[in-house]
DNA sequence: CCGTCGCGATGACATTTGTCATCGGGGCTG
DNA sequence: CAGCCCCGATGACAAATGTCATCGCGACGG
């Protein structure tokens, strides 16, 4: 714990462009200091265990392992380090997530410079903070239908692949294949199983 | 033209954060200077009638006109002003595009902000850049094999819709659709068209 | 302990899709 | 002008896919 009012941030986003940049306008504001970079999933962990920052700003997508991962295993490993999400694409499912991996905080990169400052100053205080338009959009889209099962077969079914090739993946009889898939497309509203991935995706479901 | 040796920047991105970060780190150079700030297609024109920048650097994902269709309108309404595309998603096909748009700079987001500078400068000075690693991958592509047909057709059934939807979208005959669509599949050696669809978009062909 | 649900499978059937041959028209080029 | 390629279409056939009914198994909750 820094007592002294300087909150000690850790960035981490696999684009290095973004990420000394925010690293420059974080560093203008006099409470914030950026004790760390990363640009991958394991490097914020290995990062995070040297530093130990208060906050950790994490963009969902990263090489290796996401944002929301890395959340997760800091909730473990550094129950004092406060996490929260940084992306572009914000979807719903995407949302959910995080928050179930221990995120406080999930802002998308439309936000500007003074407002991530002020969640970050929010989040290490105790507060959460969720993007209101994201919110919205996750309780209307509520939870996936799908079950588990149903969920993987999609996402097997997400490059194209034929429904022998999923099948030999998934070490199941094609014909069960093609019965969840039916299943999923039914729940998703869609008409073949590649209208219901991109519905899923959509929703971040997959 | 501005003789004092002052580069005039125009930045367009649609995410604030990325955005506003950006032109604070461009800011600390003192050769540049950021004119003007968009967060879209059609803003970053407005921007650009307003204060003609000498160099205009675009985001290629925008909502309203992208990065490359801005380049393009920009060639032939200020041709004094040099352009630049900056990405995240770095495909072939979308570099080929945006030189054929008369961009001369195209750079990965996973560059640095002290690179960014440098290439600014030499857009600026009239050389052109282009990332190695894509350069290296738009040859290797090579061209798309497609026609433009099947590039459209591809397109329409890039949401999962059935031969029939896409026949009605397109005004053609159902079997006329299937034939485009199992060339184009041919040609780019998958085994159907969503596969197909998969590939024309990793290579930046749809 | 019984109903419900998810998982996995099979069989049958209709529909959709992929593939191929073939046709005609138009445009470009050597 | 002859050859080539693209566009658009049709017909026929094979293969893949979607849909439905039905079965057995195991888990879980009332």
């Known amino acids: 714990m820094n007592?002294?009012?300087?909150?000690?941030?850790?960035?981490?986003d696999d684009e290095h462009l973004i990420r000394?940049?925010?690293?420059?306008?974080?560093?203008?504001?006099?409470?914030?200091?950026?004790?760390?970079?990363?640009?991958?999933?394991p490097e914020a962990l290995a990062m995070a265990r040297a530093h130990r920052p208060d906050v950790a700003v994490?963009?969902?997508?990263?090489?290796?392992?996401?944002?929301?991962?890395?959340?997760?295993a800091l909730r473990s490993e550094l129950p004092d380090c406060r996490t929260m999400i940084v992306t572009s694409h914000g979807k719903p499912g995407h949302l959910?997530?995080?928050?179930?991996?221990g995120a406080r905080g999930f802002v998308p990169k439309t936000a500007s410079a003074?407002?991530?400052?002020?969640i970050i100053r929010a989040v290490h205080g105790g507060s959460r903070y969720v993007?209101?338009?994201?919110?919205?959009?996750?309780?209307?889209?509520?939870?996936?239908?799908?079950?588990?099962?149903?969920?993987?077969?999609?996402?097997?079914a997400a490059d194209g692949a034929s429904v022998a090739e999923i099948a030999r993946r998934a070490a199941l009889s094609p014909g069960t294949v093609r019965n969840y898939l039916s299943a999923a497309a039914a729940k998703l509203h869609a008409e073949n199983r590649h209208a219901a991935v991109r519905?899923?995706?959509e929703r971040g479901w997959l």
């Open 58 to 72: 994490l963009d969902l997508q990263m090489p290796g392992r996401d944002g929301v991962g890395v959340a997760a």
């Open 131 to 156: 993007d209101p338009d994201l919110a919205a959009d996750a309780i209307s889209a509520g939870d996936s239908p799908l079950t588990a099962r149903e969920t993987e077969l999609l996402d097997l």
């Open 114 to 118: 003074q407002q991530l400052a002020e």
């Open 3 to 12: 007592d002294a009012g300087v909150i000690r941030v850790l960035l981490a």
């Open 20 to 41: 000394g940049a925010l690293a420059a306008l974080l560093s203008l504001e006099d409470d914030l200091l950026v004790v760390a970079e990363a640009a991958s999933g």
């Open 199 to 201: 519905r899923a995706r």
């Open 96 to 101: 959910k997530r995080a928050l179930e991996a």
